[in-house]
């Protein structure tokens, strides 16, 4: 969620289904050993492109298909890199398989993801799930203090839920295991989460009720376990799976035009079976050296193809331009971007433009993102301008759990350095806040303070370019419904 191209969009729509699998109990023993299959990393074989074979115009085309199938992939691997392999990258969680909790909120000094959430503190956990399932541990929780778990695979898919709502909020050992599992139910599992790739992410939100809460946060997070399933059951664990010798990511603007990507791309669907539905999708993939098991290697390619592919990856931004009128437009919304993949039907850029425009975004039976890219003019917002945000008495964001609203400058779309230090107003807050005369609530959105008087009810803005995210945590039947609708935003007069 960092760089020019990350602008945001408007309020979400359809439910998207959650895969959990069912499961059946069984004795308690050790998991089978995943064993290769004719998809996994060491059963593939590297093949040279046969791009003699396709002419610059195809080579354009399967590129631009090939740049927006990936480009959540290859994002996705630059903050998993920062997070779980690059001890030097200040934005470091942890290793592979270890749950870290971030008794904090985010702020404007975390960049590595664009427009982060800072409401909840976040624990992190990276799982390499080649040699064995993780074990996910969830301690009793107040039942009033909201929390998820995100599940993340290699393609952005947010491929299933823990938490307050899709769980229910009950405590529990909950496994994930990987593509290539093959071992029983052990005893004890709640749920048995597949994942389609062999590395994903668990993204958990413990809600904050006010800045005193934070030491009851702790306490939650410190409830909170992840181990392999052989730790788990108390047993040796099964042989390691190979070392991956990672590399490196390109940043944001070099993923824009860097022909590397392709080559990241390649490495990370080492670890990406290929689904079903892709066949043929991966086919015309493979025409330019792009795919599992494929080498990408731009040096061997003629001064035309390697020309042709450049141009199909400014023509993949092109249809994301496109696009980025839609949801402006509010004919897309967030809503509709992110997942499950039976939910996203491989619309792949809508993938793309999910990763661009906020990536982990939830999906939106869990959060709903109403967004200001432009006031009720259709103008971009810009801090040299003062603007007001009004709710109609009775008309607050319904939800479950609780609503915000978080300012990001833009074009990093990171949160805004200020000098009352408040990155957004949320829910909790309203105690704190003036009710209008009528028992409505009025926010103001400028640089500068509105005032003593106004200044508990105001959301500092750069002096430049911004946007802001709406968010509703758990949102309510008329929210999902499209019954309650976000205000607008005015420019102050």
Not at 327 to 355: C, H, P, Q, W
Not at 407 to 436: A, C
Request: glycine content about 6%; proline content about 10%.
């Amino acid at each position: 969620m960092g760089s020019s191209t990350h602008w945001l969009w408007a309020q979400t729509a359809l439910a998207v289904p959650v895969l959990l699998f069912g499961l059946a109990a069984c004795q308690k023993k050790a998991p089978e050993t995943a064993q290769p299959s004719a998809t996994a990393p060491e059963a593939a074989t590297s093949a040279a492109p046969a791009t003699g074979a396709v002419t610059p115009e195809e080579a354009r085309t399967i590129a631009k298909e090939a740049y927006i199938y990936g480009f959540p992939m290859v994002d996705n691997y630059r903050i998993q890199h920062a997070y779980f392999v690059d001890t030097k990258n200040p934005e470091y969680k942890g290793p592979w398989n270890t749950l870290v909790n971030i008794p904090r909120v985010y702020t404007p000094k975390d960049t590595a993801i664009q427009t982060p959430n800072s409401d909840t503190p976040y624990s992190m956990v990276g799982m390499d799930l080649r040699a064995e399932p993780m074990v996910l541990t969830i301690p009793p929780i107040d039942k009033k203090r909201y929390y998820a778990v995100q599940m993340i695979d290699a393609y952005t898919f947010n491929f299933a839920y823990i938490g307050s709502r899709a769980t229910s909020g009950e405590p529990g050992n909950y496994m994930i295991a990987g593509p290539n599992w093959k071992g029983e139910t052990p005893k004890d599992i709640k749920q048995v989460i597949k994942a389609e790739t062999d590395f994903v992410i668990g993204a958990y939100r413990t809600q904050l009720f006010n800045p005193a809460d934070l030491d009851n946060v702790k306490k939650v997070q410190a409830g909170y376990k992840a181990q392999p399933l052989s730790a788990f059951l108390g047993q040796p664990a099964p042989p390691a799976a190979p070392v991956v010798e990672f590399i490196q990511p390109l940043t944001p603007e070099e993923q824009k035009t860097s022909l590397k990507f392709f080559d990241i791309m390649n490495f990370i669907m080492k670890y990406t079976p290929p689904n079903p539905t892709e066949t043929d999708v991966l086919a015309r993939f493979a025409k330019i050296g792009v795919g599992p098991g494929q080498t990408f290697n731009a040096d061997a390619l003629s001064p035309e193809i390697k020309a042709a592919i450049q141009e199909g990856m400014k023509d993949a931004w092109a249809d994301f331009a496109t696009l980025q009128k839609k949801i402006d437009a509010k004919e897309v919304t967030s809503g509709d971007l992110f997942g499950t993949r039976e939910y996203l039907k491989n619309n792949y850029l809508y993938r793309m433009a999910a990763a661009v425009l906020g990536i982990y975004g939830n999906s939106k039976q869990e959060a709903m993102y109403p967004v200001y890219p432009v006031d009720s003019t259709g103008q971009k917002l810009d801090g040299s301008k003062r603007y007001t945000l009004r709710f109609a008495p009775g008309q607050l964001p319904p939800v479950n759990a609780f609503w915000s609203l978080t300012m990001y400058e833009l074009p990093q779309s990171l949160l805004v350095d200020n000098p009352i230090n408040r990155y957004l107003i949320n829910s909790p807050m309203l105690p704190q806040l003036k009710k209008d005369a009528d028992g409505g609530l009025t926010l103001y959105i400028q640089n500068e303070s509105p005032g003593k008087d106004k200044e508990s009810n105001w959301l500092p803005a750069p002096k430049g370019p911004f946007v802001m995210f709406m968010r509703l945590y758990w949102p309510k039947e008329e929210a999902t419904s499209g019954k309650w609708t976000a205000p607008p935003l005015n420019v102050a007069s």
